[in-house]
DNA sequence: CTTGACCCTATAGTTACTATAGCCCCCATC
DNA sequence: GATGGGGGCTATAGTAACTATAGGGTCAAG
């Protein structure tokens, strides 16, 4: 057993996944298969542990697992022809620049919502107003 | 019939959501119940909008619904004692300000992926490497 | 050689929607 | 005032992305 190589459990506890998801994102081809064991044992390496990293990562920020795909797919088609490539990426930016502005107003509401908090009482709450105009 | 009264597939065009999804939120107490017209249909408001609104940018973020319904309840939450109210706040700001963080990777690789594409070729690609440490 | 932690497949259940069926309301127009 | 089309209503079934459970095999430690 070469030491570069870990079971499901493992890479289920380094990327914080339950070791079902990890055995369906397979079944729906979203990570290859790996080579088993002589017991039937599935064995990982460094590249699923950065791939399954990612997918969570990505999952955790609100893409669909289409999403998920297409990014997965730009890391692929490297040395191909770019205009696609550009186009989704392009498509891709958009929507995480628009997710980090939502974001950044809703941070700026929950501090404002802490300081607040110094009084024992709170005062004026917009959290909502924050991601509702 | 009041002009600041609207129905629901005005509401679904306005947040851009299905009409049966703010059904479904209704029915699992998310969005209030709202009154109706003498034909039975559901009739909204500005409130009504902007709870929705603020619902699906925090879906689109990645929060589940159970996330969600926090958020709304610190907002409803005001003239309370806040000791647990700041607790909530502090883990939502920690969860939020991870999101960015990891935005922000993505959206450098995105743009660096962008530019590499001047040449008519993709040279290098590290979208995966921005999530997978 | 058995015991306990871990892995296997297969199937059913959950969350958060989404689609469809079958019917009702409303109002413009014939 | 009948009628037809664009909405709205409830109820139920289906989909995406997991999650839990049953029933059984693997393997290192004692």
Redesign the pocket.
């Known amino acids: 057993?070469n030491a570069d190589y870990?079971?499901?459990?493992?890479?289920?506890k380094e990327t914080e996944?339950?070791?079902?998801?990890?055995?369906?994102?397979e079944s729906?081809g979203l990570l290859p298969e790996?080579p088993?064991?002589?017991?039937?044992?599935?064995l990982y390496n460094r590249s699923h542990l950065m791939r399954l990293t990612f997918?969570?990562r990505c999952?955790s920020l609100g893409f669909?697992?289409?999403?998920?795909r297409e990014l997965l797919a730009l890391t692929e088609k490297q040395d191909q022809d770019c205009n696609e490539v550009d186009r989704l990426a392009h498509s891709h930016l958009e929507a995480v620049e628009h997710k980090i502005q939502d974001l950044t107003k809703l941070a700026k509401e929950l501090r404002h919502q802490i300081n607040s908090c110094q009084g024992g009482r709170i005062a004026d709450c917009h959290i909502l107003e924050a991601l509702s105009s």
């Open positions: 057993m870990f079971t499901i459990g493992t890479l289920a996944t339950k070791i079902v998801t990890i055995r369906y994102y729906i790996p088993r064991t002589e017991g039937n044992y599935r997918i969570r999952r669909t697992l289409n999403h998920v």
